[in-house]
């Protein structure tokens, strides 16, 4: 079972219509409703690989029950840790021409009794977990070393964490030594406080903190990964069009599977890849074309690079 | 008691931030979640304005509740009828220069079933109101004449009706009969299939169809008003920036308030402009800023229309 952790838990709204006009009111066609933060897109994109995935996180009030009841629905095992204050929304809307524009609230006030509740029973959840994926932002009144304190509590247990967030958050992390960091060009650049560095040179400067393997997605023009063993860079063979929302979580499901599986990292990086650019050829976030993914796995080879 | 019926009840939810990004995830601000459709948006002036006021229409699923809760929170009687379908969401997009953008779900598939209840029920709740209030459109399943229905139950106990919908919903209630038709210019266009006639002529016409009174606004360029006395004319004597959703709605509850109370048409379409322009400087829709209301009040005079 891979154990995925998504402490700002939300309902995702996903509004399609032909063009938004702006400053008006629009009428938008039958909406899509389900569970959602980056973590379920990760726990989504496992499920449709065909992998166990349990999803756990923070989820408070009405919102937070109707996105757990569609988790359930969806073949997910639902381990949810109630908190007081309501769940978020956010709201993606696609305009037939292909832009996509999402609305993401801040989420629920956590207080610090109930995130020390929910890191005190996080040991019995990763027991019966191969791996453990922190991803995204962490609502108000988490502290900023939330990921760090999850990760000394996998790692005390021997199960290896993919982390993928980004400002304080990550910089606390990356200090306490997961697996893998998964981030996307912008918050590398973000937590480097730099845009002028090389995605390769940047890669290995988080790498030196103490994470095993950086892996950086820059959407269309590929992956890079910088690990022990070697640094690679694969991209997508053709430019594809959609929603790029949750394509890298996407990615983040297929790191996850090369480690429990022991792939080699230009497999893994392949695989992440596909099922990313296939990710943007499905109309939802978590979810990805099945299709495209078999097809662009097939002709996807990783590149080594060269030390920098 | 003012009855108003929203058919296509909704829950509210309004983000404010700077500026969107467009084809970006925008983060936004901690966001107003409330009852809503233009009926609820009547129904909250009447509220603000001192009158005691009952909320009836359609309501389901878990969307519903949270709606129905509020609005019993805020003070407003909740009447609606339990349909089996899930009540739909509206999102307003605020940006912090004056741009508005709103997104209306379709809302819930009724049967004819739930809608001849609904029908059937419907004397009752009108036995105990001096003026009824029909707003806004209708939800996919409930036939085109709804309104002409309702129409027809409230004038079978004396009970006036001011209707404010748009295309055929407007053109069937037209011909029951109601005694007010509030309605916007772009509203008024559509119905007539033309927008070459200016409005006083097009009010006209559309009395003749059997309305004692039909009401148009233009937003900030006022509103029109032709009745069986004569037609007047009033527009905010100042520019006011802000949310001008609701508005209408505002100028809605206002000529309810008049019809209760017997004021004159010059009178009433004063106090129509004045709280549709405080609503424009509130936030949220179904609110509007008292002061405003007052200053605007105190200075409005209505012209009258030579006949055409």
Chains 1, 2 share one sequence.
Not at 181 to 188: D, H, K, M, R, S
Not at 280 to 286: H, I, R, Y
Request: net charge negative; hydrophobic share 45%.
């Amino acid at each position: 079972m891979i154990l995925t952790v998504t402490l700002n838990f939300a309902l995702d709204i996903t509004y399609e219509l032909d063009r938004v006009e702006w400053g008006r009111t629009n009428a938008v066609r039958p909406v899509g409703r389900r569970a959602g933060g980056k973590g379920v897109n990760v726990a989504r994109t496992l499920h449709q690989l065909g992998h166990a995935v349990t999803v756990t996180g923070l989820a408070g009030g009405t919102t937070g029950a109707v996105a757990r009841e569609e988790l359930t629905t969806s073949g997910m095992t639902d381990a949810m840790v109630e908190v007081s204050g309501e769940s978020r929304s956010t709201l993606v809307v696609v305009e037939a021409g292909g832009e996509v524009t999402g609305f993401s609230e801040p989420g629920p006030e956590v207080s610090g009794l109930e995130w020390d509740g929910f890191a005190d029973d996080f040991p019995d959840l990763v027991d019966g977990a191969s791996v453990v994926v922190l991803s995204g932002s962490v609502p108000p009144g988490v502290p900023v070393d939330a990921y760090a304190r999850l990760i000394g509590l996998a790692g005390a247990v021997g199960v290896p964490v993919v982390l993928d967030s980004h400002g304080d958050a990550l910089v606390h992390g990356v200090a306490a030594g997961p697996a893998v960091v998964a981030i996307n060009a912008e918050e590398l650049s973000g937590v480097l406080g730099s845009d002028e560095v090389s995605v390769v040179a940047g890669a290995e400067r988080l790498r030196r903190h103490g994470v095993s393997a950086v892996v950086v997605s820059s959407g269309p023009d590929g992956i890079v990964c910088v690990t022990e063993e070697g640094s690679w860079r694969a991209a997508p063979p053709e430019r594809l069009s959609g929603n790029p929302i949750g394509a890298g979580d996407a990615a983040t499901a297929a790191l996850a599977v090369g480690l429990v599986e022991g792939r080699s990292w230009p497999e893994r990086l392949c695989d992440a890849v596909a099922v990313s650019a296939a990710a943007v050829c499905a109309p939802l976030a978590g979810s990805f074309d099945d299709s495209v993914y078999r097809r662009l796995l097939a002709r996807l080879e990783a590149e080594e690079i060269g030390a920098s």
